[in-house]
Every structure is written in structure tokens, then in C-alpha cells.
């Protein structure tokens, strides 16, 4: 009996063949990661077996580093990914294949023909800014918490107890605190212990290169604005 997987896969393969002068290779899975179906041109990239002896397999035991299950499991596309097949090159997009719900019932993958000397660089481009974003979210994700307390800073001068006793009453206001000082003289250490003594002690500490802000928007970005102001 056909079902309405069946339907969409039909559909989909269509698709591919219609542009077939246009790929080098098509490939689709269902949502196991089972191969459905490989165009003529991914047969004779695998070696031209028969359809039918990988049709029903895991993609990985006809593609040993395939993707695809990737692509079924977190239902985000590959965009221009440049692989190797043997000694060629070839510049594959993998997509995730949806119901009418939006769930995902497999993947499609194609090689565009004759597009790596055109397309390399800006397939480059896109996997040096998809690294870019992935280790940004990780700096994101690591928490942002204060490196320094009140008992990093050293010191039984005089004037160091005072300072000792500021930043603790610094600690105690909410209201911005601004720190003045040559450079090597602490101030960052000082900082984070206020940090450490506040409130505000378990939300992440946030440091800023000052040196980086445009003079016109150094004190919105100090001490905030009104809505609309821009």
C-alpha cells in the first residue's frame, strides 16, 4: 500500500531526476537513515553496484562517513559541503525531507556538477562562518563569572584598606561605579570583586573593550538608554 512517505520520496526523487543533467550524484534516506534511492550518477561514484543491493541499508554502510543521519536527527541542512570521492571533489548539499506536520521523514542529498572550481570559494566562505558561529556559541554557552575576589587583592597599606573597604561598599549600590587608574594597576581585579560582593553576583559578568566603542555610543553602552532613542 502506498503511503504518504512514499508519496513525498516519489516526489522528491522526481525532482532530482529533472535536474539530473544538472548533479553528479542524488541520494535519499528515509527517517531510519535507510537508503530509499541513488540516482545513476551516485551508483557509478559507489562503483556502480545495483540499486537494489543497497536499497534498505543504512546510509552508513554504503557511504561510510555520510552525513545524512545528521541531517535526519537535528533536521538542519548541509549547505555546499565539500567532500572527496576518491581523487574527485565534489560540493554536496544535504537537506532534510518534511511531512505536511513538519516532521522529518528522511533526507535528500545532490553534488552539483562542475560547480567546485566556480563554487569553492564561497563554499569555503560558508564553512569558515559556520565554524565562526559554532565556537561563538560555545563562548556563549561557557558561563561568564568573575575570576577575582576582594581576596585576590594583597596589600596592608593604608591605602590599600581603603581600597578594600571601597569595593566593598561598591559592592553594596546599584548604581554604576567607574574606575580610574594607569594601566597594570588593577582595576579589572577590581571589578570582579565588586562583582563578587554584589548582588548581582550569580548573573554573568560582562567585560567590555571600551577601547572598541565608538565615542558616540560609549554611554549607552556604559549606562544603558531609553527606548526608542535610536
Not at 526523487?13 to 537513515?33: K, P
Not at 562542475?114 to 565554524?131: C, D, F, T
Request: glycine share 8%; proline share 6%.
Amino acid at each position: 500500500m502506498q503511503t504518504l512517505d512514499d508519496d513525498r520520496f516519489a516526489a522528491a526523487r522526481a525532482v532530482l531526476l529533472m535536474v539530473e543533467g544538472m548533479i553528479d550524484g542524488a541520494t535519499l534516506v528515509d527517517r531510519d537513515s535507510r537508503v530509499v534511492w541513488f540516482n545513476e550518477g551516485q551508483l557509478r561514484l559507489l562503483g556502480n553496484p545495483p540499486l537494489a543491493d543497497v536499497v534498505g541499508q543504512e546510509i552508513e554502510r554504503v557511504i561510510p562517513h555520510s552525513r545524512m543521519r545528521e541531517v535526519v536527527e537535528t533536521g538542519q541542512p548541509h549547505p555546499l559541503d565539500i567532500i572527496q570521492y576518491g581523487e574527485r571533489s565534489l560540493l554536496v548539499t544535504r537537506l532534510p525531507l518534511k511531512d505536511e506536520n513538519g516532521e522529518i521523514i528522511g533526507a535528500i542529498a545532490f553534488a552539483l556538477k562542475n560547480s567546485i572550481p566556480y563554487l569553492r570559494p564561497i563554499a569555503e566562505r560558508v564553512q569558515q562562518l559556520q565554524s565562526r558561529i559554532a565556537r561563538m556559541e560555545q563562548a556563549l554557552s561557557t558561563p561568564r563569572t568573575s575570576r577575582y575576589n576582594v581576596e585576590h587583592i594583597l596589600g596592608a597599606s593604608p591605602a590599600m584598606r581603603q581600597v578594600s573597604r571601597l569595593l566593598r561598599r561598591a559592592g553594596e549600590v546599584r548604581s554604576p561605579v567607574l574606575l580610574l587608574g594607569e594601566t597594570g594597576t588593577g582595576k579589572e581585579m577590581v571589578a570582579h570583586a565588586i562583582h563578587n560582593l554584589s548582588r548581582r553576583v550569580e548573573r554573568p559578568m560582562v567585560v567590555v573593550n571600551c577601547g572598541a566603542l565608538p565615542a558616540t555610543l560609549v554611554e549607552s553602552e556604559l549606562f544603558g538608554h531609553e527606548k526608542g532613542a535610536f
